[in-house]
């Protein structure tokens, strides 16, 4: 393999590491444990800044029955408006005295 194609490659592999959906796609598994062990049943992600709208929507992607309800901040051209939803509007609302 020539030196430009091994430097290109290493570049292009610690790009895909950094990138913030990736994170959270490769940990999912452990972030559910993690969840699971504290007995938590619910979540409301919230986040800010420039990746927290990849980090949610990977979030919501990989662990959709978890969360509830979010709030991201980012700066403007760095998301998109979306929605969580579940197709039972009863999953949707909070256990009555909660």
């Not at 490659?9 to 790009?15: E, R």
């Not at 007995?39 to 990977?58: D, T």
């Amino acid at each position: 393999m020539k030196t430009n194609v091994k430097v290109s490659k290493i570049f292009m592999d610690a790009l895909k590491k950094a990138d913030p959906s990736f994170l959270v796609k490769a940990h999912a598994g452990q972030i559910r444990s993690y969840i699971s062990v504290r007995e938590y049943s619910r979540i409301m992600l919230v986040g800010f800044g420039k990746a927290a709208y990849q980090m949610a929507k990977a979030f919501e992607e990989e662990l959709p029955d978890l969360v509830m309800e979010g709030v991201i901040v980012t700066k403007y051209g760095h998301a998109q408006k979306s929605e969580v939803g579940r197709s039972d509007p009863a999953a949707r609302r909070p256990a009555s005295g909660s």
